[in-house]
């Protein structure tokens, strides 16, 4: 009897995944005579640029549990015996998809899109100055005037698709969107600084983030579908959008110090465009001019409420009066490399022909992770063909280190508690029921996400 047991290490600057060499250790195996072989495969990826400062672990104290750096992922018993080749040609088909996955989760980064608007104080002309205003509206029943808001979309890479649209008026858009993650809203005073407000969108919200291409623009959208979808890209501009002009050179510019070019004018500068920008880099933009517009492009309404887990979040359409600038913004995008557990393990067990699932596992954060705290971090868990992404703020603190979800997630009902046996090492248990759960197959992948800390195994079927 064969058994097929693969390990991933942590990284190393002296190893990287060779498919040659796994090929080669499956040709000795499916070669070698006798009951039973081991083979280990080893898989070896480079560490990312540098991690974010700020976040530390949930606990402090130093280990109790000494946890393997290897995570085993599945052990597969062989029926009858097949020939030598026959046995080298399936291995080889497991070393191309292993390879291909290793080749996907390393093109997948985490990323944060940034827009922050207000006034900034900033002005035209000499004299009677003609000034920016600051946003206003209202969350969860406070109302604010001329603040400054910023909205944020913590989203990933992998999950970047371009688009192409044609509106009636006219108007073409071409670019990249980003519909799944997690988006929030706080509302600053912009004098004192203090937060009157803030808010994470629920789903029902449907915000996503994109960027236009065409007209050099950026912009949250709500009430989010398909790009393949005729009612695309529904709301683009609501809750709000940037965007800076160019001059007959092609060059960018929005407000500033004067530029060299006299043709923008003075108090106006050269930014960066966007008209190359694929939302899967880092990005900082220099202050734009912001519109908020529901019902784009076609008209500018009143607006419906947008939900957050702080209430409902409303802000005003900005008209223009002849006498004022509009409201001003920056935008900025930070990836952030997403750090592997550096052991994972899980069991489960299905029940009720499929619709209920238990599971449970433990695992190790990597050496460079920066710790998670699912009190403010979006937890994703996939598990085979079903997603249960749960944004930021969805778990509750139960005890110290012990935290949990009750729910709904995509149609699933669950209960998801995490709970820390120490610094870096953590448990977790699932209990959910719905149809969506229904048809898996086995072997069963999962895939924990919180934050910017991921791990991936084979769950062992109970």
Do not use: W
Not at 181 to 203: E, H, I, N, R
């Amino acid at each position: 009897m064969y058994r097929v047991r693969t390990e991933l290490y942590p990284p190393s600057s002296s190893r990287v995944f060779s498919p040659a060499l796994l090929i080669l250790h499956l040709h000795c195996l499916a070669l070698r005579s006798g009951r039973r072989a081991l083979v280990g495969v080893h898989g070896y990826a480079r560490e990312g640029s540098p991690r974010r400062k700020g976040k530390t672990a949930v606990l402090k104290k130093p280990p109790v549990l000494a946890g393997s750096r290897l995570s085993t992922i599945g052990a597969a018993r062989r029926g009858s015996r097949k020939s030598p080749a026959s046995r080298f040609s399936t291995l080889i088909a497991v070393v191309i998809l292993f390879a291909s996955i290793v080749a996907k989760d390393a093109s997948a980064v985490p990323i944060t899109y940034t827009e922050v608007f207000g006034s900034f104080g900033v002005c035209l002309g000499s004299g009677a100055l003609i000034c920016a205003v600051g946003p206003s509206g209202s969350l969860g029943g406070i109302a604010f005037s001329n603040a400054i808001v910023t909205l944020t979309f913590q989203g990933d890479t992998a999950n970047v698709v371009p688009f192409s649209v044609f509106a009636p008026n006219g108007i073409g858009a071409s670019g990249y969107v980003n519909l799944q993650g997690t988006a929030s809203v706080q509302v600053t005073d912009p004098t004192t600084g203090a937060v009157l407000a803030q808010g994470t969108f629920l789903p029902s919200a449907g915000i996503y983030f994109g960027v236009d291409n065409t007209n050099n623009g950026v912009s949250f959208g709500s009430s989010a579908v398909p790009v393949s979808s005729p009612a695309f890209p529904s709301q683009p501009l609501y809750p709000g959008g940037m965007f800076s002009d160019k001059n007959s050179n092609g060059l960018c510019f929005g407000y500033g110090t004067a530029g060299t070019d006299p043709s923008i004018g003075s108090g106006l500068a050269y930014l960066p465009c966007l008209f190359t920008y694929d939302l899967k880099s880092n990005f900082t933009s220099g202050l734009m001019f912001e519109d908020s517009c529901f019902n784009f492009p076609t008209s500018c309404d009143a607006p419906p409420p947008l939900a957050t887990t702080g209430g409902d979040f409303f802000i005003t359409p900005f008209v223009r009066t002849g006498l004022e600038l509009g409201i001003v913004g920056t935008f900025t995008a930070v990836t952030q490399p997403m750090v592997a557990f550096s052991s994972f393990r899980a069991e489960a067990e299905f029940g009720r022909g499929g619709q209920s699932l238990e599971m449970r596992g433990v695992f190790d954060l990597g050496s460079s992770s920066n710790g998670i705290d699912p009190l403010a971090e979006a937890v994703t868990l996939q598990i085979g063909t079903f997603s249960a992404n749960l944004p930021a703020g969805s778990f509750r603190q139960i005890y110290p280190g012990q935290y949990v979800f009750q729910g709904i997630s995509n149609g699933v009902a669950m209960q998801l508690r995490i709970g820390a046996l120490s610094a870096t090492r953590y448990t977790f248990a699932l209990n959910a029921k719905g149809a969506n759960l229904a048809g898996q197959s086995t072997p069963l992948s999962v895939t924990l996400t919180i934050g910017d800390d991921s791990g991936t195994t084979t769950a062992r079927m109970d």
